[in-house]
């Protein structure tokens, strides 16, 4: 794994929610993770987004939502201080014409990549709390909710034609996909993950003709409508 230096932590109000930047720009794009770890913790990396890379300034930005111990470490991290990255990992998404991003949560941090990049539709977002949404509101017309407003009912009301990205919880990403739209639906998958390159067999997908694929190394995006969300959740 290779030491990087934090550069700046930024954290949303209540500090669920931190941004980290960390001297470091590997030409990753848009839907791709690393995998990080924090001194000797955890023995097995865990896999983030990436935010945003600058490479003029040689930073890379990821976006961390306290869930348990690893990502407490994480939103502890001080400028000056090191953690270690593997990667980058995972396929680049697709450049779809005109996509409408649909985010949930920390989902926001590969869409957000995506959107500094190419152009697409509309974005909606939605969040735990409000505070979350204040500090994730980063685009103009962005569409949002949050607390027991679901971001699906937002974007299924909204009627927007078009292909759809999104990221964030397993149901989310499931109700997305079985909507009734004639558009695709693509998702990209959260999984448990130790290898991150398909050999150890730890994040697998299955599809809905059988076939059984992995997040680290097919994905982390697929068709939605291709998955067997029942075997998935
Ligand atoms: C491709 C990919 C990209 C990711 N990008 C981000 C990101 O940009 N920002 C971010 O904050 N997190 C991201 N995650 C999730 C992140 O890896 C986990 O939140 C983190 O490992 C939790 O570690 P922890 O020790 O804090 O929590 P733990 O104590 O390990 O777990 C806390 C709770 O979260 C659940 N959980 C932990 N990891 C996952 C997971 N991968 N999928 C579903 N449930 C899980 C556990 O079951 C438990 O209920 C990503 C995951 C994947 C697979
Ligand atoms: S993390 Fe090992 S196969 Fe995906």
């Known amino acids: 794994m290779k030491n990087v230096l934090v ?16 001297r470091h720009a590997d030409g990753s794009s848009p839907g791709q993770f690393y995998m990080v770890r924090t001194g000797d913790f955890p023995v097995v990396p865990r896999p983030y987004s990436v935010f945003l890379e600058e490479p003029k300034k040689g930073l890379t ?21 090191t953690l270690q990255l593997r990667g980058p990992f ?14 949930g949560g920390c989902g926001f941090a590969p869409l957000h990549y995506y959107a500094t990049k190419y152009s697409y539709s509309s974005f909606f977002l939605g969040t735990e709390t409000k505070e979350e949404l204040a500090f994730l509101r980063l ?9 027991d407003e679901m971001v699906t009912d937002l974007f299924l009301r909204a009627n927007v034609d078009g292909p759809v990205i999104s990221c ?4 989310m990403l499931r109700t997305l996909s079985q909507a009734d739209r004639p558009a695709p639906v693509y998702v990209s998958l959260e999984s448990r993950m130790a290898c991150a390159s398909g ?7 299955k599809t809905r003709n059988g076939e059984i694929k992995f997040v680290c190394k097919d ?3 697929f068709d939605g ?9």
């Open 219 to 221: 994905g982390p995006l």
């Open 225 to 233: 409508r291709e998955v067997d969300w029942d075997w998935l959740i």
């Open 168 to 171: 964030g919880p397993s149901r």
């Open 7 to 22: 550069e700046s932590v930024s954290k949303s109000d209540w500090s669920a929610l931190a941004l980290i930047s960390v």
């Open 61 to 81: 930005t990821f976006l961390v939502k306290e869930r348990g111990l690893q990502t407490s470490r994480l939103l502890d991290l001080k400028p000056g201080d």
């Open 90 to 103: 995972g396929k680049p998404f697709p450049v779809l014409d005109h996509p409408v991003l649909v985010a």
């Open 139 to 147: 685009f103009r017309n962005m569409k949002t909710c949050y607390g």
């Open 199 to 205: 050999m150890c067999l730890g994040c697998p997908v």
